[in-house]
């Protein structure tokens, strides 16, 4: 009975949380009473319930209302609509000119005759909760934003003057709510800190994503989502001196800040970025000190990857600085350190904010004159540089190769036309779609970053991804430009173009379009769904049109006017085509000039795809939230998303394809397995990657063996190691982010509008299926010397090496595709996101025996 009511006094605890201005601040910071404590407006003291960000908002309008040192603006909104606020503080008479002040910060770090003088403020950008339920950060933000706006005395008025500071009080509002609503849902008058309790076990999918349930720390440099694209523009238009992150880690670990693991910064970062950063990391130690919290810093955590939002700055001669505060996940939680409560956590938070704060006053002239000497010595490293710049070239996809100019242009890179065709290394590019991006620029750095295909490393332990060469990620073909001999281009560096105009349709036999574009899977979607009858061509052809002959390459669609039961259906035509500037031709008859004729068999009908997509417990959040988010933006499908463990209880039957993204599928049950065997062989077209392909070898759908990451690691000679050589091993083993190439059939319908036989893919683990030796199964084969950036050891590359990465074949009367790897990685795989797409639309077109 003792260790009963032990228990109980541990783990349920009474209603203690809230805490007044005082848990937070010093007994000597004075407010002006004026001022609207956060209390006064939520109707709670802060750290009593999580915050919701429809009130997080409110709060931050009221002060911008009440406080002359504020002024507040939606930089644009959330997926699901929520306002992404900005605020900006600075004294009254700062605000009254800070238009002025921000062009002259940014003026001087493009005009040399622009010079900082002692009055010039360090810009301070403070991010909060980019994991929605890391929520310490964005409930925090109430704190630092009412300091600056109420706390009066010299200390403030010398911020103040020093500084110029914004906030970005929540970075994802559509995670910070979700995990808002599951925390407060589950809170009761007698709080529970039992680590099993409900409250600190988030539900599939948990508040961290965003509302496509995407990791947005990784989408800094990808820019796939409107938070992240108006971020990025804000930061473009300040280009701040420090920026800071603030985060969550596991509830048994304490506080850490930066540096990180100093072998781990991306070699382009500068040295003195680090020395900054530890400067500023006396600041915090101080702070924290004083309050007797643990931390610690060089551990865990690294600088390589330039997509995250402490890394980002780094490449845009900004300090970027990550907190990790250990969570509460929730208003309390039991650990190893103790009872922490999420006021604490909260607290430590507000307390490296404000430290924050101190760093900059007292670092601005070094902060200023390290971000002045970051861009301009720019020009200098680009002409000691053996590379003048790279030449991108895309002869028939012009939305895939605009979408990579229009990435590079919104990280402030220019693109230029090239006037005259190239020939580099054997290959001619075209001045109608080649451009070079020449290293001359401000953003020497980053461009250098995007366009590595680095492979050794000081230090090859990585805490994301090692390789992120976004042309290869577009399946744009680059070169290295060494000699700008012969090299003509234009003085206008690209902008976006408008839409070219197209000819109204007339009545003829037939109608096509090419299957080239990135867009035409969702254009050939959206003629599905208003009753155009299509057909794919499952071989290259010619047709006759009021021009004369017109070359069709295999997987262009076909729509033949007399399969049409829609009125006024050429009207439709015209105004699809128009809505996605594909070019729609007129063919004026079924007898073609070369290939098939337009009655062939060999033009098979395509139907409008019905998808199931299973996530839930036992799937990726990441890669179901991809492959949603890839299938309802680039091909306009809904799809139904069902959780594992209520497949046994659906009518497989209305749908006509099931994909399955990485996962262990533990919770995928016999009775469920039995329908969906059913489902394919009377028809249904199945796809797997990563896990889901080892689910389909597993049960004995996808005819094929595996190699799996215990047979990858056992390669690994052990015999010698210590227990210190633990994490090395671990680094060598594990695949962290790597880019790879594929050598891939281009006659297969899985691989139409694909421009190349070598195509790169994302490799993230060490999964791999082994090929088949029958014909028209392999559809894809890693390389040879298959690695193209990133790192893997030497024996992970050895195993990788003719390897299958794609596969194929018929399964009674329907089909089965397995991948190795995530075709939608991050949104931002361009290139093998067309695999998927053409299994939507072709999957029932091809046939091979597995066996």
Request: glycine content about 6%; cysteine-free.
């Amino acid at each position: 009975m003792r260790l009963f009511r032990f228990i109980l006094l541990i783990f349920f605890s009474p209603l203690v949380l809230a805490k007044p201005l005082n848990f937070y601040f010093d007994s000597d910071v004075k407010f002006d009473p004026n001022i609207p404590t956060p209390k006064e407006v939520l109707g709670y003291e802060v750290g009593d319930w999580h915050v919701r960000h429809d009130q997080l908002a409110r709060y931050m309008q009221v002060l911008a209302e009440k406080s002359d040192r504020i002024n507040i603006e939606t930089i644009g909104y959330s997926h699901e609509q929520r306002p992404l606020l900005m605020l900006t503080v600075a004294t009254p008479e700062k605000l009254k000119n800070i238009d002025t002040i921000q062009a002259k910060h940014i003026a001087r770090l493009s005009d040399g005759e622009v010079k900082t003088n002692e009055d010039d403020p360090a810009v301070v950008w403070m991010g909060y909760s980019v994991h929605g339920n890391e929520s310490s950060g964005s409930n925090a933000s109430l704190l630092v934003a009412y300091y600056l706006a109420a706390a009066q005395g010299e200390k403030i008025e010398k911020l103040l003057n020093n500084t110029v500071i914004l906030i970005d009080p929540s970075l994802n509002p559509d995670g910070l709510s979700r995990f808002a609503q599951w925390a407060n849902m589950h809170k009761g008058q007698n709080l529970s800190s039992d680590p099993s309790h409900r409250e600190h076990v988030e539900a599939w999918p948990s508040g961290r994503t965003n509302h496509y349930w995407f990791d947005l720390n990784r989408d800094w440099l990808l820019l796939q989502h409107p938070e992240s694209r108006a971020r990025v523009a804000k930061f473009h238009q300040w280009k701040p001196n420090v920026l800071t992150d603030f985060h969550e880690m596991g509830p048994h670990s304490t506080y850490f800040f930066q540096p990180g693991i100093p072998s781990r910064k991306h070699p382009l970062t500068p040295v003195r970025n680090v020395t900054l950063t530890k400067d500023i990391a006396v600041f915090h130690a101080k702070a924290l000190d004083k309050q007797n919290q643990l931390y610690f810093t060089e551990e865990s955590f690294d600088d390589f990857y330039y997509g995250k939002g402490s890394t980002y700055p780094d490449a845009n001669g900004t300090i970027g600085i990550l907190f990790e505060q250990a969570s509460s996940r929730g208003h309390q939680q039991e650990t190893i350190n103790g009872l922490l409560e999420f006021p604490t956590t909260i607290k430590n938070q507000l307390t490296t904010s404000l430290s924050t704060f101190d760093a900059a006053v007292a670092g601005r002239n070094n902060l200023l004159d390290y971000q002045d000497n970051f861009y301009n010595e720019a020009s200098e490293l680009a002409g000691n540089d053996k590379l003048n710049g790279y030449l991108v070239s895309e002869p028939n996809d012009k939305t895939r190769l605009n979408k990579f100019l229009n990435l590079l242009k919104q990280h402030q890179i220019n693109a230029y036309k090239i006037d005259k065709d190239l020939k580099i290394a054997n290959k001619t590019y075209s001045e109608k779609n080649s451009y070079y991006i020449p290293l001359d620029q401000a953003q020497y750095r980053l461009i250098k970053a995007i366009f590595s295909e680095q492979k050794n490393f000081e230090d090859n332990t990585f805490y994301d991804v090692s390789g992120w060469t976004i042309a290869h990620a577009f399946n744009i073909e680059f070169a290295n430009l060494t000699s700008k001999w012969g090299l003509k281009y234009s003085d206008n560096a690209w902008t976006k173009p408008q839409p070219k105009s197209l000819d109204k349709l007339k009545n003829n036999y037939a109608y096509a379009f090419s299957w080239d574009d990135y867009a035409a899977p969702k254009m050939l979607n959206t003629l599905l769904k208003k009753g155009i009858k299509a057909r794919v061509a499952l071989g290259d052809l010619s047709a006759i049109t009021t021009k004369g002959k017109h070359a069709l390459s295999a997987g262009s669609i076909i729509l033949p006017a007399g399969l049409q039961t829609v009125d006024n259906f050429t009207e439709i035509l015209s105004q699809v085509q128009t809505e996605f500037n594909i070019p729609i031709i007129g063919i004026q008859s079924g007898l073609t000039p070369s290939g098939v004729d337009l009655g062939s068999r060999k033009l098979a009908p395509v139907t409008l795809p019905k998808v199931l997509l299973i996530g839930g417990k036992g799937t990726s959040q990441y890669e179901v939230g991809e492959t949603w988010y890839y299938l309802d933006q680039h091909v306009g499908i809904a799809p139904t998303v069902i959780d594992v463990d209520r497949l046994a209880r659906i009518d497989f039957d209305k749908y006509t394809h099931v994909i399955m993204a990485n996962g262990s599928y533990s919770g995928f049950t016999d009775a469920a397995k039995v329908k969906m065997k059913r489902w394919i062989k009377e028809g249904g077209v199945i796809w797997g990657h990563k896990g889901g392909a080892k689910f389909l070898v597993d049960n004995k759908i996808l005819k094929a063996n595996y190699i799996s990451p215990k047979d990858m690691a056992e390669t690994f000679d052990t015999k010698a190691l210590t227990y210190a050589d633990k994490d090395s091993l671990a680094g060598k083993q594990r695949i962290a982010g790597a880019i790879y190439k594929t050598q891939i059939d281009l006659s297969h319908p899985l691989t139409y509008s694909i421009p190349r036989e070598d195509l790169p893919v994302f490799k993230n683990n060490t999964f791999l299926l082994e090929p088949v030796d029958v014909p028209f199964v392999n559809i894809a084969i890693y390389d040879k010397n298959p690695l193209m950036a990133g790192f893997s050891h030497d024996n992970n590359i050895k195993q990788i090496s003719g390897a299958a990465a794609l596969m194929a074949h018929s399964y009674g009367r329907g089909r089965v595709i397995g991948m190795t790897d995530n075709p939608v990685f991050r949104g931002y795989w361009y290139g093998t996101s067309r695999i998927l797409s053409n299994a939507l639309f072709f999957g029932k077109t091809f046939s091979a025996r597995a066996e």
